[in-house]
T-cell receptor, first 115, second 114 residues
Framework: KAGVTQTPRYLIKTRGQQVTLSCSPI?????VSWYQQTPGQGLQFLFE???????NKGNFPGRFSGRQFSNSRSEMNVSTLELGDSALYLC??????????????FGSGTRLTVV | AQSVTQLDSHVSVSEGTPVLLRCNYS??????LFWYVQHPNKGLQLLLK??????LVKGINGFEAEFKKSETSFHLTKPSAHMSDAAEYFC????????????FGTGTLLAVQP
């Protein structure tokens, strides 16, 4: 069974550009969440999608957005990149609506560097 | 506010000795609790989870954790450390309900000395 697949693995962008990251969840998983990991702030929740609807959103500016497609694949977009957006972006999927009983399976992440 | 506290940012043990990584959570009710491990330049791997069943939870690679509601703790232990256990460990809480998101502790970096 394939795990959570994130593409690309590494990305270098210039300040002011925008970027789109992709996440393919485990087959059958309908909940997809995104997290940002930085040395200073640790792991922070960005947003969660379930059945193409955003159910929860963390405390990030509107430059961070996402969506989920009918096949549960998800994308997140960051517009007008800032140096502080450099981070490891992790996607997690869960089979259930709440994730309470199954936990989340994480992908290997996309490391974004903004220069 | 909902939070999770990992009491040690770094723990160093010798190979073959026990491991104890401490975690406390704040809660007005019992959340779901998890321990994840992250090896360098890798994603997060689930070690074990507590979801209001048995209070002593066994996970992969010989790790286990005990949920103690009276102490709001969920400490991770392993009887005998192996060199391959060197990694960063995260205690994670999911309160579910309207706030279905994981809240991560700040992580404990485990070093295993030969």
């Amino acid at each position: 069974k394939a795990g959570v697949t994130q593409t690309p693995r590494y990305l270098i962008k210039t300040r002011g550009q925008q970027v789109t990251l992709s996440c393919s969840p485990i087959s059958g998983h309908r909940s997809v969440s995104w997290y940002q990991q930085t040395p200073g702030q640790g792991l922070q929740f960005l947003f969660e999608y379930f059945s193409e609807t955003q159910r929860n959103k963390g405390n990030f500016p509107g430059r961070f957005s996402g969506r989920q497609f009918s096949n549960s694949r998800s994308e997140m977009n960051v517009s007008t990149l800032e140096l502080g957006d450099s981070a490891l972006y992790l996607c997690a999927s869960s089979p259930s609506g709440t994730g309470t009983f199954y936990g989340y399976t994480f992908g290997s992440g996309t490391r974004l560097t903004v220069v | 506010a909902q939070s999770v506290t990992q009491l040690d940012s770094h723990v160093s043990v010798s190979e073959g000795t026990p491991v104890l990584l401490r975690c406390n959570y704040s809660s007005s009710y019992s959340p779901s609790l998890f321990w994840y491990v992250q090896h360098p330049n890798k994603g997060l791997q689930l070690l074990l989870k507590y979801t209001s069943a048995a209070t002593l939870v066994k996970g992969i690679n010989g790790f286990e954790a005990e949920f103690k509601k009276s102490e709001t703790s969920f400490h991770l232990t392993k009887p005998s450390a192996h060199m391959s256990d060197a990694a960063e460990y995260f205690c994670v809480v999911n309160y579910g309900g309207a706030t279905n998101k994981l809240i991560f502790g700040t992580g404990t970096l485990l070093a295993v000395q030969p």
